[in-house]
């Protein structure tokens, strides 16, 4: 084995891009994206990574040239991928369905797994090694909805990295695409889930009316895009790390919660810790509202489904709960938890159209940032469990977090091969240590601001 570098710097080795186009002649129409879909908060591209190691029985075999063929014959039936988004009345977003493919990059590096350190870990720190971003490649607008890397490293592993236009599809839609790419590297002819367009069930009545409360929507004067949200810190002073806690940790933090609510989910009461540490870190007026949103998948919540099998666009809506962080750094942690329950237990198929209808009687507003902490549960999405041929990922899924906003809970196994959770979260320096400090004496279980004492754990930072 060759000893490790002192650092984890490697260089990678990038071939042009090239659009990779579908394997045969798909349609030439026009998909409307649904009114979740084409929100002004979903108009961005969002990196994903996957990590795969080398595996023997795929000895003498390139991914890159057997995704690449996956890639092209799953575009058959993804073949919406393959266009441009183009804007309507009203900046309702369509797909033009060109057939002018994703972008795509053949890359080498020239180390191995065991030789990059850290780099293939969150917050992966040499993210644009792996994932080059093609200039003018980024709009929302007629560009390319996919930009995919794979490179190879010199053990036989490789990363696979892609971005996506977040308009098109969540998580789960992603894993979906990713799946059928998968097995058709492995030989399949076609996926065994079909893909389901059928926007129009997320779309806004006619005529639309709001009748639930959205506070994850609420107005600020002068900020209509994301880019022209106002985040209340320089961009310099930002840190971008990641937080391993293991399985154990997360079971302990349940001490945390009153009798009541002892049947609290695991992502409700590390959610309401998170919430707790992090506006203690951020120090903000004890007056000011501070906003927890979570992203509620809706695919699975109701019963009929609301959304068809195979449906691959954003099945979600954001449900807020909103307190002052007074109200959060003095009570205990099961105050927060209260909320957070609230939040996940109260969507409803009627507050889900209510999203829908907003974003038509309001122009599409995007969630408002300022005091919002938004969180978003992958645990189970199946990032990991994407297998081209090489066995389930070391890591998959996203990768870092949105600046001063969002988080997201992958799962992950440590090199001592102990399970849990990573999640990214970014904030100004010295309120990173803050952070790092309170949630470190919360798992150790140490008093935090009125909450009770409990066994002995400790925080991974990575």
Known sequence: MSPPLASPVFKVNRREPELLTPAKPTP?????????????????????????????????????????????????FYYPFAGRLREGRNRKLLVECTGDGILFIEADADVTFDQSGDALQPPFPYLEELLFDVPGSSETLNCPLLLIQVTRFKCGGFVYALRLNHTMSDGPGLVQFLSAVAEMARGEQAPSILPVWERHVLDARNPPRVTCIHREYDEIEGINSISSARIPFPLHDILDKSFFIRSTQLSALRRFAPPHLHGCSTFQILTACLWKCRTVALQPDPKQEMRMICLNNVR???????????????????????????????????????????????????????????????????????????????????????????????????????????????????????????????????????????????LEGQPIHGDNNGSSHVLSAL
């Open 28 to 76: 030439h129409e026009f998909k409307p994206l649904s009114d979740i879909d084409d929100q002004e908060s979903l108009r961005f591209h969002i990196p994903v990574l996957q990590v795969y190691r080398y595996e023997p029985s795929m000895q003498g075999k390139d991914p890159v040239k057997i995704i690449r063929e996956a890639l092209a014959k799953a575009l058959v």
């Open 300 to 442: 699975k919540k109701f019963n009929p489904p609301l959304l068809p099998e195979g449906y691959y666009g954003n099945g979600f809506a954001l449900s807020t709960v909103v307190a002052t962080a007074g109200e959060l750094t003095q009570n205990p942690i099961g105050y927060a938890l209260e909320l957070v329950r609230k939040a996940t237990t109260d969507m409803s198929r009627e507050y889900l159209q209510s999203v829908a209808d907003l974003m038509v009687i309001k122009g599409r507003p995007i969630f408002h940032v300022e005091g919002s902490y938004i969180v978003s549960d992958l645990r189970h999405a199946g990032f990991r469990e994407v297998d081209f041929g090489w066995g389930k990922a070391v890591y998959g899924g996203p990768l870092r977090a949105i600046p001063m906003v969002a988080s997201f809970y992958v799962p992950f196994e440590n090199k001592k091969g102990e399970n849990g959770i990573v999640f990214p979260i970014c904030l100004p320096t010295q309120a990173m240590e803050r952070f790092a400090k309170e949630l470190n004496n919360l």
